[in-house]
């Protein structure tokens, strides 16, 4: 059972914060296939603090999302607490989560995100700066170091715990690497024995299995599934079954994938506009297409797309294409 603070999970699957994709669309969405836990993207501090029109409608939580985890990033500590103290008592998060592993420049260049990989001290100041401000349950998103020379992944924990930091959610990539490469499960593990509270695992979880795997080879609380649920909220579902029952679920049909695809659309469409939601939803759409025969066309059709109505005409030709052929196979 995963339990962060006085928050218990029905299940160990964690949807990642994703910046530009963790909306409360998408993750109603991942939610109801599922997960345990979903967290929402980064939402900067000091667009908190300056309350920052685009910046507080990403404080939005629909209540069927819950529990739900709000992550914020900042380089200093006054901005820090304070945005955390907003979100605290004018949001109803259930965990504030504070934002260590980005690796994106522009992030690192201000002093927040990854760049606190360096200094467990600062970490240890941070941390314990946050939680003693607030009331809700304060967690921490790592990766195990910057570089292969400065992987401190076990003392940057152990600063976390100190601190009253309730669960770390720990990717096992440096910031050197982004997203290539191979995740270091190796060291999840060590970080894993090395402390108390919760550690979520994160990185190269691509299918049930490999949760499994994660869970059982590096003895991790949770696994945090990013990448792998675009466009596939089957993943989840997949995963929280396969983990009790041990069953693999099958794939899903073109029809029930886009069907999904139109539900996020239209969410998305209650949450912004449907000029700013279609446009949005480009990418998304791209995603759900993964596999499906004919996809390049639709893709093509797809980013020609401004209105719901064009998208949903696109989408239903898929469904009919794959139907069709599916018809003409049975006949043949």
């Not at 934002?99 to 990989?117: F, S």
């Not at 929280?240 to 029930?256: F, N």
Request: proline letters at 3%; glycine letters at 8%.
């Amino acid at each position: 059972m995963l339990k962060i603070g006085d928050i218990i999970m029905k299940n160990p699957v964690v949807l990642a914060p994703m910046a530009g994709v963790c909306n409360s669309a998408f993750r109603l969405t991942v939610k109801e296939f599922g997960a345990g836990l979903v967290c929402a993207e980064m939402v900067s501090d000091k667009g908190i603090l300056f309350k920052n029109e685009k910046t507080m409608n990403m404080l939005y939580i629909d209540e069927r999302e819950k529990p739900l985890s709000l992550q914020i990033f900042g380089g200093e500590k006054d901005t820090l607490v304070e945005a955390a103290r907003f979100v605290d008592k004018n949001t109803n998060a259930d965990i504030i989560d504070i934002n260590m592993g980005c690796p994106v420049p522009k992030i690192t260049k201000c002093d927040a995100g990854a760049k606190w990989l360096l200094d467990p001290d600062k970490i240890y100041e941070m941390v314990s700066a946050v939680v003693d401000a607030v009331e809700k349950p304060v967690t921490v998103k790592i990766r195990i170091g910057w570089d292969d020379q400065h992987i401190f992944a076990v003392k940057n924990a152990r600063a976390v715990e100190r601190a009253g930091g309730k669960a770390i959610a720990l990717h096992g990539r440096t910031r050197v690497q982004m997203y290539e490469g191979k995740a270091n499960w190796d060291i999840i593990r060590e970080v894993k024995q090395s402390v108390n509270i919760p550690i979520i695992g994160n990185g190269d979880v691509e299918t049930p299995q490999d949760a499994k795997r994660m869970l059982e080879e590096t003895g991790v609380d949770g696994v945090m599934i990013g990448r792998a649920a675009l466009g596939n909220p089957w993943m989840i579902y997949r995963t929280v079954k396969y983990l009790e029952t041990g069953e693999l679920m099958g794939e899903p049909s073109v029809r029930e994938k886009m069907d999904v695809c139109i539900l996020h659309l239209d969410r998305l469409i209650a949450l912004k506009n449907e000029n700013v939601a279609v446009r949005e939803m480009r990418k998304h759409a791209a995603w759900y297409l993964k596999g499906i025969k004919g996809n390049a066309r639709a893709r093509t059709a797809i980013n020609e797309c401004n209105t719901r109505e064009d998208l949903v005409v696109v989408l239903n030709g898929l469904v009919a294409e794959a139907e069709e052929m599916e018809s003409q196979a049975t006949v043949g």
